[in-house]
Each structure stands twice: as structure tokens, then as C-alpha cells.
């Protein structure tokens, strides 16, 4: 029994302002990156729509390859995993096939969005990391 005067407050955990779904509603919108693939400049395009991300890539204005996957995000500790499933390649020498399922860790800061592929465990690939940077809707 409580005493007069004392209030019960039952304790909830607090969900934190930084949480998968702030993380995907900061990843809307579109992000480029440019690179340089045997003396040619690429331009690397990625488009957010709710959970979902297309990638095209560009050399000059000629689309060299594109593709969609569905993603989703999840927080382990201090590390932030981009996980995606159902993709499929839509333009390119491998247009019309699927794409493999995958993860990265990831960070996102300010208009950077940074990508490191292959250092999770069980992971074969060699390590990469990718920056892109935000850009105005094409």
C-alpha cells in the first residue's frame, strides 16, 4: 500500500531520439558519390524512398548500371547496420536478374552518409568504405 501523498510512477523504457526510424526518415532523399574506375569518372546516384533504395551509376550522362532493393536498419550497441533484400538489377549487363542480399555498417553525419562493406563478421569481401554526400532532388 502507498502512503498519502506519494505518487507511483511505473518505469518505462525511454526510447531514444536516435533510433532506426529517425536514421530512415535522415536517408531521404538523394545522395551522390563520385569515383574514378580506370581513368573514367562515375557518378553514383542513390535515391531513398521510404525503404527503398535505387542506385544508378553514371559515366557521363549514360547509365551504366542501376538497381532497387528494399532496406531496413538496425542498431547493434554503437554500430548501425543497413541490411537490403529483394533487389534486382534494372539496367546493365545484369539487367533483370536479382542481387544478392547484403549489409553494411554505416554512419550518417550531417549531409555525409559513409558505408563500410565487408567488415562484419562472416563477411569475405575485401573491407571499402563509400562516402556520399547529400545533393537537391534531380
Request: net charge neutral.
Amino acid at each position: 500500500m502507498l502512503a498519502a501523498g506519494y505518487l507511483f510512477v511505473a518505469l518505462l523504457p525511454v526510447q531514444s531520439a536516435e533510433s532506426p526510424d529517425t536514421d530512415i526518415a535522415r536517408l531521404q532523399g538523394f545522395w551522390e558519390m563520385r569515383v574514378r574506375q580506370n581513368g573514367v569518372e562515375l557518378r553514383i546516384v542513390k535515391e531513398v524512398v521510404d525503404r527503398k533504395e535505387t542506385v544508378t551509376v553514371y559515366r557521363g550522362t549514360e547509365v551504366v548500371h542501376s538497381h532497387h532493393v528494399d532496406f531496413e536498419i538496425t542498431f547493434t550497441g554503437d554500430v548501425r547496420i543497413f541490411r537490403w533484400r529483394n533487389g534486382m538489377d534494372t539496367a546493365g549487363p545484369n539487367k533483370g536478374k536479382p542481387k544478392a542480399d547484403g549489409r553494411f555498417i554505416y554512419r550518417l553525419e550531417d549531409d555525409r552518409w559513409t558505408g563500410i562493406f565487408g567488415a562484419l563478421e562472416g563477411e569475405t569481401r575485401p573491407v571499402y568504405v563509400e562516402q556520399y554526400r547529400r545533393i537537391p532532388p534531380l
